[in-house]
């Protein structure tokens, strides 16, 4: 909105100086809101109530910095309502009950309704959530929490039966970058000097901030602190930034090598079957800043390429980890990541697959004129049954145990290409028996044809 003298009105208050930059900069209001479009999209429920100033009693659960106190106030904000803060790191019944008294003389006297926001919620224990409960029936409050942890195991079912839940995201690349700007664009117009950024040193802010609005902008601001104005010029770059994170900055150097280092050592340990570096690495990993989830990919990325066939479940594993993570959240989820990086430390190494498939798309690519063999073309019509589309296939479920023996299934120019060679360790053992039995059934076929 442009003011009348014609300055930028960026809705900030004019009397917080003293806040930190992340305070200046919470919205107001849902066209401010930056993330979470799964529920504040326009047109979506959560959106719609909260614009029509039809609020209920909920329960946002999400990573810190997503925004769940800021949704807490714009909620309040469009229902006209007052807003209570409790949280539950440093309050107690008696902090509940004045609060709720607050909410009481408030409706009586003022006719406005208040929203309860309870940061941490899930800290309080079963009798200090239970305090709150005929309060959200009879109406005096709408009730907001908010939890880092899952609601379904940490919070009481009768708060959960009055509340819907709402999970907020980390913050995409994409949001963080608008967030960055419009702190750029505040800092601007309340100085008389212009900042500058690079843009590699944008995406490292951004990659620091890991999905945290709030860890971003306390990361700018940290910035702005130590860096002098030259020529109307802030300039802020990585210097900065190493100054401010200090040894997290190189987990996030994609110009360097120190992240891909700390992921290659977590690799190689996981398939060397040490346990223990892997943890090690995996801790330093998240020491570092950096993304369980990340280690959960590289994990499904092991499961194939260094273990394979070797032990199936390790797949499983890996994917049952990563859905662990979300469903939990870190604090629960970061252990499952650690439980399936020991299981594939341990467990049997194949690259077999692996090599095989790559030998295969090499062949593929040199051979891609080959033609289909007859037997193994689809017969669609009349047409091409007479070309000797699918004449002479043999159905292997017809056959004895299933197997086809001495059939082909190559082009006859690379008949008789082996490219899977089974290990002798964990399942592929078996599976290398199996696949040497058949072989034996194939070479006694063929011995038998030119008998």
């Not at 049952?320 to 341990?346: C, H, K």
Request: with cysteine; aromatic share 8%.
């Amino acid at each position: 909105m442009i003011n009348a003298n014609g300055s930028l009105d960026l809705g900030f208050a004019e009397d917080d100086s003293f806040k930190p930059l992340a305070a200046k900069l919470r919205p107001k209001s849902l066209a401010e809101y930056e993330g979470q479009e799964h529920i504040l999209a326009k047109g979506m429920p959560l959106a719609l109530a909260i614009e029509q100033g039809k609020v209920h009693s909920l329960i946002f659960w999400g990573p810190p910095g997503t925004g769940k106190t800021t949704i807490a106030e714009i909620i309040a904000n469009h229902a006209n309502a007052d807003i209570e803060r409790v949280s539950a790191v440093t309050s107690g019944i008696k902090d509940i009950r004045q609060a709720i008294e607050n909410a009481k003389d408030r409706a009586t006297h003022q006719q406005r309704r208040t929203v309860l926001f309870v940061d941490e919620v899930h800290r309080f224990n079963k009798s200090q959530q239970d305090a709150f409960l005929p309060h959200i029936e009879d109406g005096t409050i709408i009730f907001i929490g908010a939890t880092t942890e899952n609601p379904a195991f940490e919070l009481n079912q009768a708060i959960l039966s009055r509340a819907r839940v709402y999970t907020l995201k980390k913050l995409s690349e994409s949001n963080l970058s608008n967030v960055l700007a419009r702190a750029i664009s505040y800092q601007e117009q309340s100085s008389t000097f212009d900042i500058i950024i690079d843009e590699a040193t944008k995406k490292q802010l951004i990659a620091l901030a890991n999905g945290d609005a709030r860890r971003l902008l306390n990361l700018f601001e940290n910035c702005l602190e130590i860096t002098n104005v030259e020529n109307n010029q802030q300039i802020l770059n990585k210097a900065q930034l190493i100054q401010v994170a200090g040894n997290k900055i190189a987990l996030y150097d994609k110009g360097g090598d120190a992240f891909y280092d700390l992921i290659s050592a977590f690799h190689k340990s996981v398939r060397g079957s040490d346990p223990d570096a892997a943890l090690y690495w995996y801790a330093r990993i998240l020491t570092g800043g950096g993304d369980a989830l990340y280690v959960a990919r590289r994990l499904l990325a092991i499961a194939s390429e260094d273990i394979g066939n070797a032990d199936p479940r390790a797949m499983q594993l890996a994917l049952n980890a990563w859905d662990t993570f979300q469903r939990v959240g870190p604090s629960e989820g970061e252990r499952a990541i650690a439980q399936a990086t020991v299981y594939m430390a341990l467990a049997p190494k194949s690259n077999a697959v692996y090599t095989a498939f790559n030998q295969a798309k090499a062949l593929a690519a040199k051979t891609s004129d080959l033609d289909v063999p007859l037997h193994l073309k689809n017969a669609t019509s009349a047409i091409t049954k007479e070309l000797g589309h699918g004449g002479e296939y043999r159905y292997a479920h017809d056959e004895v145990g299933g197997f086809a023996a001495g059939e082909n299934y190559f082009p006859e120019a690379i008949a008789q290409t082996t490219l899977y060679q089974p290990t002798d360790r964990g399942l592929e053992k078996q599976l290398r028996d199996k696949l040497n039995y058949l072989n034996q059934l194939d070479q006694q076929s063929d011995q038998k044809r030119y008998d």
